[in-house]
C-alpha cells in the first residue's frame, strides 16, 4: 500500500505540473495573440497622398446607398489595405448609426481620421461627398434648364415610379433591422399615424421616440470601451469652433446677400442636419413635406426627380437635399442664386458631419458601449420605419394620381386622391420596377435607366 500511495502521489504531482505547464503555455499563446491583435491595431498610417488616392477612388466609386457605399469602404480599408481592422471598423459604423446625417460619409470622415487626424477626417468626408456633388450640380443645373422639355418629362416618367419601389425597398430593409419587438412595432405604428394623420413635426417624434428608448432600457451591463484621454477643455473647443463654421456663413449669407432665401435654405437644412436619424430617407421624409407643402420650394414629382438624380450619382443619398436648394434659390434668381443656394446647402449639410465626428470619434468605444444609447437608437429608428411608411404612401398617391388633396377633419389630415386622374401609364411602370427592384434584384442604376427608357415609349406611344 504504501508503494501505491508513493505512486499515486507521484501521479498527482505530475499532473499539477502538467496543468500548470497547459496553463503557462496557453496563457502564453494568448499574451502572443493580444499582441499580434495590438500590432494590427497599431499599423503605422499610410502616407498622405497613398491614402487620399484610396478615398478619392471610393468617393468616385460610391454608387448604390448606404450600405453599398460602406461595404465598399470595407473592402478598401479593412480587407484590401488593412489600415482598419474589423473591430474598428464595425466599432465606427455602430457609432455614426448614433449620429444624425449620412453614416456612410460620417464613416469615411472617421477612417480618414483615425489614419491622419484632422486633415485626414477633411480629406476621407470632402472626397466622399465632392464627386457626386459635382455631378448633383450639373444635373440640377440642367434639370432647371430643359426640365419641361417632352423628352425630360416623358424619361422622368418612368423615374418617379423606380423611385416610389426604391423608397418601399427602404421601407422593407429598414423594418427588417428595426422592428426587433412589440416595442418597435407599437412606435412605428404611432410614429407612423403622427406623421400621416395628425402632421406632427419630424423632431418631435424623433425626439419622443428616442427619449422613451432611453429610459425605458436598463443602464446596467459591463461598460468595456475605454475612454481616450482629451481634456474637456479641448472637446468644447472643438464644439465652439465648428459651432462657428457652421453657421457664421449663414448669418454671413443673409446679412450681405440680400437674397431672404439663402437664409431660409440655410435655417432649413441646419435643422435637417440635426434631427435626420435614420439615414437619407428619413431626411426625405422630413424634407419631402415641408419643401412642397410648407415652403413651396418644388413640387412633388420635381422632389422624385432629383431624388432619382441622386440614386444614379456617387456619394450619399442626401445629395438630393444640394438639388432642392439649387432650386429653390434658382427659381428666386437665375443660374448664380442656385448656385449659391447649392453651396449654402453642401455647407450646412455636411460641416455639422464634421462636428459630431471630430468632437465624438476620441469617445467612440465608451460611446458604443451605452445600453441606453443603444436603445435610443433603437426607438428612433423603429420610429423611422412609420416615417418612411408615411413617405412612401404620400410619394405613391402623387406619383400615381394627378390631383390629390389634404382634407381636414378636426385634428386629423387626410391625403384624398382624385381616382379620374390615375395614370395608367405609371402604374404600369411601377409594376415592372417592383419587379425588377424587389423581384430579380436588380442594381438600383439599371432600374432607373431602365424605367426611364420604358417611360419615354410609353410617353411617345400613348
Known sequence: MGLWD?????????????????????????MAAEIV???????????FNAAFLVFLKIGVLSFGGPAAQIALMNRFLVDEQRWLTEKQFLN???FCMLLPGPEAMQLATYAGWRLHGL??????????VLPGAVVVFALAALYAYLGNVPLVSSLFLGIKAAVLIIVVEALLKVSKRALKGPAHWIIAGVSFVGIFFLA?????????????????????????GVIVAVPWQKTVLQIAIWLVLWWVPVLAVGAFSGA?????????FSKLAVVTFG?????????????????????????????????TTPGPLILV???????????EGGFWLGTAGAIVTLWVTFVPCFLWIFVGAPYLDWISDQPRLSGALSAITAAVVGVILNLSIWFGLHVLFQTVTAQAYGPLKIWQPDFATLDWRVVALTVLCGVLLLRLHWNVVWVLFSAAISGWVLATVF
Open 6 to 30: 508513493g505512486f499515486c502521489r507521484w501521479a498527482r504531482n505530475a499532473a499539477q505540473e502538467f496543468d500548470d505547464w497547459s496553463a503557462a503555455a496557453v496563457k502564453h499563446q494568448i
Open 37 to 47: 491583435i495590438s500590432d494590427q491595431e497599431r499599423v503605422a498610417p499610410p502616407p
Open 92 to 94: 465606427a459604423l455602430s
Open 119 to 128: 486633415k485626414g477626417g477633411l480629406m476621407g468626408g470632402l472626397l466622399f
Open 200 to 224: 406632427l413635426p419630424f423632431p418631435l417624434i424623433v425626439f419622443l421616440a428616442g427619449l422613451f428608448g432611453f429610459f425605458s432600457t436598463s443602464s446596467g451591463g459591463r461598460v468595456e
Open 260 to 268: 431672404p432665401i439663402l437664409t431660409e435654405i440655410g435655417a432649413f
Open 279 to 311: 439615414g437619407a430617407y428619413a431626411v426625405l421624409a422630413y424634407m419631402g413635406q415641408d419643401v412642397v407643402s410648407q415652403y413651396g420650394w418644388l413640387t412633388t414629382g420635381e422632389m422624385m426627380d432629383g431624388l432619382g438624380l441622386a440614386e
Open 321 to 331: 437635399t444640394e438639388f432642392v436648394g439649387f432650386l429653390a434659390a434658382y427659381r
